[in-house]
């Protein structure tokens, strides 16, 4: 196998938009992208021995009945960064709004669309979900008490490393904040977490599975 130098990709790319007031108390942004890349760098997996030699059949042989090598095995499945020879085509969009209902109910939305007009075959390491979604609300129930809810989904899709290629699964999640402000304290105490409802998912293939997070926080102003 020949692979060539590894050189810089190149990426030529467009957007347009548009973010205005649809009503009085509604806002939109919206906006499109598409890109082509030249020498787009992703990763090529062959077999062979360190030192750059051929393996012999012998050698072959082995690495089949022992894909994990042994000590003194050579043969190896080996993964190095290489350019892609075809021309790699995106395109997405975006689409958002943001409704204020009153002060204390703020209700927000975003869809985020992102399209690899090549096969995976031919771009195995894009590692983006084709779609995007997350819905909200936030506001300030009183002078001093404040939060914010998210809603997250992210659709499964062909995550490719150096370390495992596999199918993510569709992950969905559920975020809160409460905020507290104690003026006389120039503090903002939070409390909240990610995932609340524990919906573990895997964001990286072969990775961790990631759960229910809580956390704390304490914000002092020294003005």
Do not use: C
């Not at 939070?190 to 990286?204: A, P, W």
């Amino acid at each position: 196998m020949n692979i060539k130098r590894l050189v810089p990709e190149q990426v030529s790319s467009y957007e347009v938009g548009y973010k205005g007031q649809l009503a009085d108390r509604l806002q939109l942004d919206v906006s499109y992208y598409r890109s082509r890349y030249r020498d787009f760098i992703s990763a090529q997996q062959f077999i062979g021995n360190p030192d750059g030699s051929r393996p012999s059949p012998f050698e072959l042989l082995t690495l089949s009945q022992n894909p994990i090598p042994k000590p003194g095995q050579r043969t190896r499945f080996i993964l190095v960064q290489a350019n892609l020879e075809p021309e790699v085509r995106t395109q997405g969009a975006v689409l958002a709004l943001t409704y204020v209902a009153a002060r204390a109910l703020n209700l927000t939305g975003n869809y985020a669309l992102n399209v690899l007009d090549n096969s995976i075959e031919e771009v195995p390491f894009f590692n983006t979900p084709r779609h995007k979604f997350n819905a909200g609300a936030f506001g300030s129930l009183t002078k001093t008490l404040g939060y914010s809810f998210n809603y997250r989904y992210a659709e499964g899709y062909r995550y490719s490393s150096s370390f495992a290629t596999g199918d993510l699964a569709a992950a969905h999640t559920i975020d809160a904040q409460l905020r507290l402000a104690v003026p006389r304290l120039k503090s903002v105490f939070e409390l909240g977490g990610t995932n609340l409802f524990d919906n573990t998912n895997v964001q990286i293939f072969g990775g961790p599975q990631l759960g229910r997070l809580l956390y704390g926080g304490l914000t002092v102003s020294v003005n």
